[in-house]
């Protein structure tokens, strides 16, 4: 059996608010980061030619991609490290039991 990819469509008008700050030459590279892990169904031809207009070549595009993607795992990682917070009321986390 074949595998096929589907592409789905963003709604008109979405876009990615921390794009708005950057230099337009910038902000195509940095819409296929942020798009990279979390949402890579997302990433159109659109965004891809965006890109490519200004960096041609494969490679650009394979490290572009895979940096967003490390870096989401990067920051999913870190809040799974975080402790919990205490429970409220609960001045310290509880002491494990001791050991027989």
């Known amino acids: 059996m074949l595998a096929r990819t589907v592409r789905r469509r963003r709604p008109a008008g979405e876009s990615l608010p921390l794009l708005a700050d950057l230099p337009g030459a910038d902000r195509p590279g940095a819409r296929l980061a942020l798009l990279a892990a979390p949402a890579p169904y997302r990433v159109t031809d659109a965004d891809v030619a965006a890109w490519r207009a200004g960096h041609p070549d494969d490679a650009g595009l394979v490290r572009l991609?895979?940096?967003?993607?490390?870096?989401?795992?990067?920051?999913?990682?870190?809040?799974?490290?975080?402790?919990?917070?205490?429970?409220?009321?609960?001045?310290s986390r509880p002491t494990p039991p001791p050991s027989p």
């Open 65 to 91: 991609l895979a940096y967003g993607a490390i870096t989401a795992v990067e920051g999913v990682e870190a809040s799974i490290r975080r402790d919990p917070p205490a429970p409220s009321g609960a001045g």
